[in-house]
């Protein structure tokens, strides 16, 4: 929006001596000395926290820039901050006979180049899905070896620019960023990437996500898929997406998945599809609908939702193939959802049932953790119990008998897990896998783990691969 006030408002000098010391992420709020999401007061320069009144964007400036101005040399004195601060780091490194960074693998030494992503202000939601889909190789391969788009030219070529939301929609390619960060994550040259300008894109695009309260990992994931399925259909670079598809045989021979319109990479390797059966329980005439899907939704079913913990005693633990189950029982639809029967030509109580007839090659699980109640969005927070490796996905299948032996089982890669009791509160982190091992991404920091803590969390999104032909037999 356009601040009618900001030429009465904005009273402070672009670098005025009155800002605190140190970066501008880490400064406290003057009146509790919170660090959470701090923002200053153009007015009268005072530092306070949490969020603000209005999370709209300001487009408009003064006529001197002021505005423009400030942002330049707040983001100055970050970059300043950050950059001495990873010299340090580096040094520490360098001197320390205990590298973090380095893990005996078979009696050899082997580098970790996992890459942390900076927190940009409850930003977690986001690192999350970004450092899971850049541990699907296949996903993030096609990502990395797209042709580069430089998309900034003039004056400001080839260097680094503070983005205003006034430079227009036409300025941005949420494809190029998204690459951009990809190939950032595991080049190991340094310990976090600050995705700022993937950030400023999704504000651009994505109005749902402006401000800086905390979000839900699903919804973005899913406006992320989305939006780079609808960037790559117009085309990247001047490089029809079909052709560079082209380019991966695999891809393009098994992609039969297509969402709004002609499939991209992003179906090719989420897309699914669902068969809908709906039955009229008065005449029994059979209605069929076929639904592409890029990830399946699952609730957890009502009679797990009290046992919080896996070592919890009083009954059997809820395991993901309840959930599957549930998801795929036969169920009937209650009064809000009579079915119209054209045979009947009046509602009718009915039965729905789902069926999987054609699986992705990664597969995408959401477990259905927030529900609403009559004021309130309530987290169900019980430990559902998934596979590592194995997941046999064949008795969802529309034609099971159609299927290869190998062909129905699928392999964790990462999961995306919640902190905390609110959708609109808590912490998002993620496990993921990657060349035989285990890492847990938590924002700017990057640990190796082990399998027993993975499949200990408490899971809100599951990413399965397909598994190749060779794999062993253990199955869920």
């Known amino acids: 929006m356009e601040c009618p006030h900001l030429s009465s408002s904005v009273c402070i000098a672009p ?29 009268c320069s005072s530092v306070h926290c949490g969020s603000y009144r209005c999370d709209d964007f300001v487009v ?5 820039g002021l505005v423009q101005k400030v942002r330049e040399h707040l983001q100055n004195l970050e970059n300043s901050t950050f950059t001495a601060d990873r010299h340090r780091k580096r040094k520490l490194l360098e001197n320390s006979s205990l590298n973090s960074k380095l893990l005996k693998v078979n ?91 993937l950030f400023y894109v999704v504000w651009k695009i994505m109005p749902n996500f402006r401000g800086y309260q905390q979000q839900d990992a699903h919804e973005f994931m899913r406006y992320l898929l989305d939006h780079l399925h609808l960037e790559l259909q117009d085309g990247f670079n001047g490089v029809s997406h079909s052709t560079i598809l082209q380019e991966n045989s695999t891809l393009s021979a098994s992609n039969k998945c297509c969402i709004n ?55 059997p633990v809820c395991s993901l193939r309840d959930c599957l189950r549930s998801f795929t ?16 030509k009046k509602k009718q109580k009915s039965t729905k049932k789902f069926w999987i007839q054609k699986l992705p090659k990664v597969l995408c699980l959401h477990l259905k953790r927030f529900h609403w109640t009559a004021y309130l969005r309530n987290k169900v927070d019980t430990y559902v119990e998934f596979p590592l490796r194995g997941l046999d996905m064949k008795c969802y299948l529309l034609e099971p008998e159609n299927s290869g032996p190998e062909s129905c089982l699928y392999d964790l890669a990462a999961v995306v897990v919640h902190h905390g009791s609110g959708v609109g509160s808590g912490h998002y982190t993620a496990y993921a896998t990657h060349e035989g091992r285990w890492f847990h991404f938590n ?17 809100y999104i599951l990413f399965y691969v397909e598994r190749q032909a060779k794999a062993g037999s253990d199955k869920l």
């Open 329 to 344: 029982d036969l169920e009937e639809l209650d009064e809000t959802e009579l079915y119209m029967c054209h045979k009947c």
């Open 261 to 315: 319109g002609a499939s991209t990479v992003v179906t090719a390797i989420f897309g699914g599809i669902l068969q809908n059966e709906v039955n009229c329980l008065i005449c029994g005439t059979e209605s069929r609908k076929f639904d592409p899907f890029l990830d399946l939704s699952l609730d957890i079913p009502s009679q797990f939702r009290s046992k919080r913990s896996k070592n919890q005693e009083n009954g």
């Open 60 to 64: 408009n400036d003064t006529k001197l």
């Open 107 to 197: 009696g050899s030494t082997t580098a970790i180049c996992a890459t942390g992503l900076r927190n940009l202000g409850n930003t977690c939601f986001m690192n999350a899905i970004l450092q899971s889909l850049s541990n699907i190789e296949q996903f993030c391969c096609y990502f990395k070896e797209l042709p580069a788009v430089e998309l900034r030219n003039g004056k400001t070529a080839g260097r680094r620019t503070y983005h205003t939301r006034s430079q227009g929609d036409n300025n941005v390619s949420l494809v190029e960023e998204f690459r951009k960060t990809l190939c950032a994550l595991w080049q190991g040259s340094q310990t976090a990437f600050s995705p700022e300008s």
């Open 15 to 43: 670098d005025s001596a009155k800002f605190p010391n140190g970066s501008p992420s880490s400064w406290c709020c003057s009146v509790c000395r919170s660090n959470k999401s701090p923002w200053v007061c153009l007015t």
């Open 443 to 459: 924002d700017s920091t990057v640990t190796l783990t082990d399998e027993e803590t993975v499949v200990k969390a408490k899971a």
